[in-house]
């Protein structure tokens, strides 16, 4: 089982731009999560999803959308990156959302020139 | 606001016991989970408290005492391979993990 995927492992974008970071999951979790890990900062909860069919803001939205077509996939777009979305992006899920542990995807470590 | 204080760095020695604190502040308390996660890796789970008290699973045991908002990871009989960062997150009352910025644990031996 693989669990959870994340695609590309990492990658250089240039300012301006858009991309697409992919995740997949085949746990048929209902909860999927995206995170930001920045150098002495704690994870940081950009968006998540419920169940299929359903997005939620968290922490640090601005600049990122997501969507949840079905159970396995939950992609994160930039729409126009910034420098300052330079950072390791870690997709997770959980059973649902309710005090259940989240498994985390490899990660993607994505720059930003 | 919601914060999450754990020390940035340990240094302890291998065979030897550590104990990792953790203070939070959330709206609400949903639970207090911790994660490990080594180097360029991802986190992984280890453990869930949403009562008090303490939790033990083979070496490693955490505690909770939800009046103080703190917890503690207590691993035992420290082996090299558990040099990682140690990450305390608190659960609020809209299911979100409030995250620490993860304590560096450093064996030596």
């Known amino acids: 089982t693989a669990g959870i995927t994340q695609a590309p492992t990492s990658q250089i974008l240039a300012a301006g731009r858009s991309m697409t970071l992919r995740c997949t999951q085949d746990?048929?979790?209902?909860?999927m999560y995206w995170y930001r890990q920045d150098l002495g900062l704690g994870l940081r909860l950009i968006h998540y999803?419920?169940?299929?069919?359903?997005?939620g803001k968290g922490e640090v939205p601005d600049g990122y959308s997501v969507s949840r077509a079905n159970t396995d996939d939950f992609p994160l777009t930039l729409a126009s990156a910034v420098p300052s979305q330079t950072s390791v992006y870690f997709c997770?899920?959980?059973?649902?959302?309710?005090?259940?542990?989240?498994?985390f995807g490899p990660g993607t470590r994505l720059t930003v020139l | 606001g919601q914060n999450i204080d754990q020390p940035t760095e340990m240094t302890a020695t291998e065979g030897a016991i550590v104990q990792i604190n953790c203070t939070y502040q959330?709206?609400?308390?949903?639970?207090l989970f911790w994660y490990q996660q080594h180097a360029g890796e991802a986190p992984t789970f280890l453990s869930y408290?949403?009562l008090d008290g303490l939790e033990e699973k083979g070496r490693f045991s955490s505690f909770l005492s939800r009046s103080k908002g703190y917890s503690y990871l207590l691993l035992k009989e420290l082996q090299m391979k558990d040099s990682a960062s140690y990450l305390c997150?608190?659960?609020?009352?809209?299911?979100?993990?409030?995250w620490g910025a993860g304590t560096k644990l450093i064996i030596k031996p």
């Open positions: 408290n949403v």
């Open positions: 997150a608190g659960m609020d009352s809209n299911y979100q993990l409030i």
């Open positions: 997770a899920s959980s059973v649902q959302r309710e005090g259940a542990e989240q498994f």
């Open positions: 999803s419920n169940t299929a069919g359903t997005t």
């Open positions: 746990m048929r979790h209902n909860a």
């Open positions: 959330t709206s609400g308390f949903n639970g």
